[in-house]
């Protein structure tokens, strides 16, 4: 594919994304010195100290690290993410690259992305979807979106092909935020107020009040509990599990409950102290070894750009590792 230049010198943002994406795919992390991802890994696990969950084991190789805004429930709030070569962890910021918690690891292995179409003030975003948990993120320009959306595709299309396993075919919904609406998107009648609270359905995502999420099933890809669904969504659940004599892929289990329990708060949409994000240091990928920060001119450079071609690129999948990891709460 070849790519041509507009009249000022510069390549259009689809070409540059098409590029981001060719360049991202010949990388072979594998290369990555040991040494230097070995201290990377170890600086990681020292920033969520003894919160966090040990994240050097072998094979594992820190591919990429860097601040997205993640859509909370409340509102849209920066994260720290990295990402490694079979886990995508983030968590919340306390001292910019120094201290983070609520550490939240998802396996690749389940991850789907869905890129978004730019809306207003939000751009440069996409979903990424797990059967336990969905949600948006936004980059800063649209190259960081495209660069983020190779690698994190690269990584798991690695780790599905040297595991043998299949896609996750089933997952979470997206929740919808709180104050995209003021009354309930059920009966669109009942209005939110300190008293009448919101919640999720947890098979829609949409937000309801507690009358119109007083029923309860099991969606087995999600938890073997009870979660809280609308009761459109119990209804059709209800229908479906009838229809196919009581069994259905998503539930294995049906209970109705009349309590509107705080079980849509999360601790992720918790406020913390946060040191200011510097505009210029939202990412940064590392290949064979050498940081990159994402920014167009690096990784569209020519020189760059022909060693990565003429490069040697053995199968990246040769250092994946395997290791089972626990999904996020």
């Known amino acids: 594919m070849t790519f041509e230049m507009s009249k000022n010198g510069r390549f259009p943002p689809s070409s540059i994304e098409q590029m981001v994406v060719q360049l991202v795919y010949r990388l072979d ?12 890994i170890a600086m990681v696990e020292n920033c969520f100290g003894a919160s966090g969950q040990p ?46 918690n609520k550490q939240h690891i998802i396996p690749l ?21 797990t059967p336990t948990k969905s949600f948006a993120v936004y980059a800063a ?28 075919e089933t997952h979470a919904a997206v929740w919808v935020p709180d104050n995209e609406t003021q009354v309930c998107m059920h009966c669109k009648k009942s209005q939110f107020t300190l008293i009448n609270r919101r919640h999720h359905c947890r098979k829609c995502g949409r937000v309801v009040c507690g009358p119109c999420s007083s029923k309860k099933v099991i969606l087995s890809h999600q938890s073997n509990k009870p979660l809280r669904v ?27 409950r009349n309590d509107s329990s705080g079980d849509d708060d999360s601790e992720d949409d918790m ?20 940081a990159s920060n994402g920014e167009a001119p690096s990784m569209l450079d020519a020189s760059a750009s022909s060693t990565v071609e003429n490069s040697s690129v053995p199968d990246s999948s040769a250092d994946v590792s395997t290791n089972s990891t626990a999904p996020e709460p």
Request: net charge positive; proline share 5%; glycine share 8%.
């Open 29 to 40: 992390i594998s290369n990555v010195n040991s040494e230097a991802n070995a201290r990377r």
């Open 55 to 100: 994240l050097n084991v072998p094979g594992r190789v820190l591919v990429g690290e860097g601040v997205l805004t993640k859509m909370c429930r409340k509102k849209p709030k920066p994260r720290q993410f990295f990402l490694f070569n079979d886990i995508l962890v983030y968590g919340n910021i306390v001292l910019n690259k120094k201290k983070y």
């Open 109 to 129: 292995e389940e991850v789907q992305l869905s890129s978004l179409e730019d809306d207003g003030q939000f751009r440069n975003g996409w979903l990424i979807k």
């Open 141 to 168: 320009t649209a190259t960081e979106k495209a660069e983020w959306m190779a690698h994190i595709n690269k990584c798991v299309t690695d780790l599905l092909r040297k595991s043998g396993k299949k896609a996750a």
């Open 230 to 256: 609308c009761l459109t969504c119990h209804d059709e659940l209800s229908s479906a599990q009838s229809s196919t004599g009581g069994v259905t892929p998503n539930i294995t289990n049906m209970k109705e």
């Open 271 to 290: 406020d913390e102290p946060m040191s200011p994000q510097s505009p210029t240091e939202t990412m940064t990928f590392y290949e064979g070894g050498e």
